[in-house]
């Protein structure tokens, strides 16, 4: 079975911080693996990351895979109050049944509280 | 971006009614949709994949019963709980995906709270 690891599950720190989720897994038949945020609704996308080693940016947000070591981490350096969310990880990868079905294993997630 | 929807947002019900949430892809045709439960301070467990046309394909322990999805069009999926318990109570959330992958391409609906009394 499909398994995705999330730590620390939560995480309290002030503004300014930089902090670093991490993502580990284990899974057959890897295709991707996602960072969404969750704030009060659905989960919204962040990153997909399909190459080891090349780091992707979005703003003060960086993400970097490594396919070796299965795992996956996730920074957010000068953070703001604006960034508490519960920060996803997921694995995408071909169903066990085969065919060209893939679907997505979400870890628990780390829930980020940013004080001011 | 692509929009995705779900009706209602919120529902209440009594405990032995069926409950029927709706999943609509606003500006795309979504081959496939995905339904999800999460359950307060876990993640997003997938229930079922729905193909359009085609018969959904349920996670193990999800009850096909139980959960019935209908994928009537490319644009709407709908999620029935039959004979809803309390224990059904749960943040459910559907995706859509345009060309049948996931990962960036998936779009999540903004997730309907189920209560059960």
């Known amino acids: 079975e499909d398994k995705v690891v999330q730590s620390p599950l939560s995480l309290v720190v002030h503004e300014g911080d930089t902090v670093t989720l991490n993502c580990s897994y284990e899974?057959?038949?890897?295709?991707?693996l996602l960072w969404y945020k969750q704030e009060k609704k659905a989960p919204t996308f962040l990153f997909m990351l399909?190459?080891?080693?090349i780091e992707k940016k979005s703003g003060r947000l960086s993400s970097i895979l490594d396919k070796k070591e299965l795992f996956s981490i996730l920074n957010i350096t000068a953070t703001q109050t604006g960034d508490s969310a519960i920060y996803l990880c997921?694995?995408?990868?071909?169903?066990?049944?085969?065919?060209?079905?893939?679907?997505?294993?979400f870890g628990k997630g780390t829930l980020l509280t940013v004080n001011p | 971006g692509a929009v995705v929807s779900q009706h209602p947002s919120r529902v209440i019900c009594k405990s032995g009614t069926s409950v029927k949430i709706e999943c609509r892809s606003l500006d795309f045709q979504a081959t496939t949709m995905f339904w999800y439960r999460q359950f307060p301070k876990q993640s997003l467990m997938l229930m079922a994949t729905s193909n359009e046309g085609s018969k959904a394909t349920y996670e193990q322990g999800v009850e096909k019963d139980k959960f019935l999805i209908n994928h009537a069009s490319l644009t709407l999926s709908t999620l029935t709980v039959t004979s809803a318990h309390p224990e059904d109570s749960s943040f459910y959330i559907c995706?859509?995906?345009?060309?049948?992958?996931?990962?960036?391409?998936?779009?999540f609906g903004p997730g309907t709270r189920l209560l059960v009394l």
């Open positions: 399909t190459s080891s080693g």
């Open positions: 997921a694995v995408e990868a071909r169903r066990n049944s085969g065919g060209s079905n893939y679907k997505l294993t």
């Open positions: 899974v057959t038949n890897f295709r991707s």
């Open positions: 995706s859509a995906t345009r060309y049948g992958g996931v990962g960036e391409t998936q779009y």
